[in-house]
């Protein structure tokens, strides 16, 4: 079975700061991709960024990063220079690779930044 | 290129009713997803279609089905209404087979009273 656990239920952090969203990751399956999404409140979920499990370099998307530890399976999002529209909800969440688009998510961290 | 949209937005129901919630991907993408989302449980997968076939099915009752069109259209049912089916419920869209892309629509917030 897969799981996503995200432990932090409230993060804040400074305007301009860089912050970390830590999320963990329990699967069998050797070929999975990971992902994070962000939910403001308006509902919708917006894609941040992906990581494959047989990629080698962490991914990034301009202010967003995945810092991919596969042996530790953890996949934690670093988002750099924090803005004030960065609060929302983030969250991680996996699927099979080669089993559909099945998303498993974890309960979401909520972000607060701060002026 | 239009992001996936989901109508109607909002709804309110009584509890034994039944209601359909609509889903039009972005073109060209084939698969559709549906997902539940409420406080207590968080994000739970519905199921998937896929060229008019469910390829996934999450552990939700009977009273939830769905159906996709050959237009890539999604519609989502949920019969005889509980109150705890109050819900975010959020589609979903994925290009043929593309792992790394899956786009979501603005959901549909179901009220049951």
């Known amino acids: 079975a897969q799981k996503i656990t995200q432990t932090q239920p409230g993060m804040f952090v400074q305007e301009k700061e860089a912050v970390t969203l830590d999320c963990t990751y329990d699967t069998s399956d050797p070929s999975y991709g990971l992902f994070w999404y962000k939910q403001p409140s308006s509902g919708e979920m917006i894609f941040l960024i992906y990581q494959g499990s047989y990629d080698q370099q962490n991914a990034t998307e301009g202010r967003y990063s995945l810092n991919f530890q596969k042996a530790r399976k953890s996949a934690n999002l670093v988002i750099s220079a924090s803005q004030l529209g960065d609060s929302a909800m983030y969250f991680c969440a996996m699927n099979r690779q080669y089993a559909g688009n099945q998303f498993y998510f974890g309960t979401g961290t909520s972000l607060t930044v701060i002026p | 290129k239009a992001g996936v949209t989901q109508t109607p937005r909002y709804l309110i129901k009584t509890r034994g009713q039944q209601v359909t919630l609509s889903c039009s991907p972005i073109?060209?993408?084939?698969?559709v997803s549906w997902y539940q989302q409420t406080p207590g449980q968080g994000l739970q997968f519905l199921f998937e279609?896929?060229?008019?076939?469910?390829?996934n099915k999450g552990n939700f009752p009977g009273r939830f089905s769905g159906r996709q069109f050959s237009n890539s259209r999604s519609e989502m049912n949920v019969s005889t209404l509980e109150l705890g089916d109050s819900a975010l419920y959020l589609c979903a869209s994925s290009p043929r087979d593309r792992v790394d892309e899956q786009y979501f629509g603005p959901g549909t917030r179901l009220t049951v009273t």
């Open positions: 279609y896929f060229s008019e076939t469910q390829r």
């Open positions: 073109s060209g993408h084939r698969s």
